[in-house]
């Protein structure tokens, strides 16, 4: 996934270093600018279209909410980025959250409140890429998968998919021995997947077509799919003809 292209912005040199420190430690995060005044800022909004800001709250000039107000203006709701407030002040938490930022972290940083705020605002940055490239092109195959995984996103790449099952609310990806849990309904995923590579064997169960490699008959003229690493699945007769014309046509 694409770095977090970051903007640093806050008017005391030894702040903006601190922070720049401590993202160089992070592989995901890139920094592309820093400003010491709020007007610096929305110009640099303006000019980078950052992924997520670092912003102070007490500037001169325009305050960090008054960055916010002018850099929407600007760029408009849906280009402008995440933002983090960075503040030594904790009267204006409430304002930040009115304002739609994403966290508020209190100076001095501790390190893990600071990984926490960084955590959240990478599946947010990711979150947004994904919608804006459906929209982009709505008819697209879903060509990945987005997993939180210790706190941060992980890439799932769909081609490395062997099986999804149903779990409740939710779909768990099965990848060789891993396994990935996913909010999402089967219905909406089996539209969003390529049917020429996935197909539907069960009501709980979608299948990769190139992990199957037999049919085993069953009980009840039902079938049990074979994957190459030894996986059993059911198929159901209502999917049957859906797996024999998948398989028909890769034939």
């Known amino acids: 996934m694409e770095p977090v292209r970051t903007l640093i912005v806050d008017d005391e040199p030894l702040a903006r270093r601190g922070l720049r420190v401590r993202l160089a430690r992070r592989p995901g995060v890139e920094v592309v600018g820093e400003c010491a005044s709020g007007r610096a800022a929305v110009e640099a909004i303006r000019a980078l279209a950052p992924d997520l800001v670092l912003l102070d709250v007490q500037m001169p000039g325009l305050d960090g909410f008054a960055v916010v107000d002018a850099a929407t203006a600007a760029v408009g709701v849906d280009a402008m980025p995440v933002v983090v407030f960075v503040t030594a002040h904790d009267e204006h938490a409430l304002r930040a959250f009115e304002a739609q930022a994403l966290d508020y972290v209190l100076k001095p ?143």
């Open 109 to 251: 940083i501790a390190a893990a409140r600071l990984d926490r705020a960084l955590d959240r605002a990478e599946r947010r940055v990711a979150e947004r890429r994904e919608r804006r490239e459906r929209a982009a092109d709505p008819e697209a195959p879903l060509d990945r998968f987005l997993v939180t995984r210790g706190g941060r996103v992980v890439v799932v790449p769909v081609d490395v998919v062997d099986w999804i099952e149903a779990d409740g609310d939710y779909v768990r990806l099965h990848v060789g021995r891993d396994r990935h849990l996913l909010r999402e309904t089967m219905g909406r995923l089996e539209a969003r997947l390529d049917p020429r590579r996935f197909v539907r064997i069960h009501r709980s169960v979608i299948c990769n077509v190139d992990r199957i490699a037999e049919l085993h008959p069953h009980l009840n003229r039902e079938y049990v799919v074979v994957l190459h690493d030894g996986t059993r699945l059911k198929l159901s007769r209502s999917y049957r003809d859906r797996l024999d014309t998948r398989l028909g046509a890769r034939r």
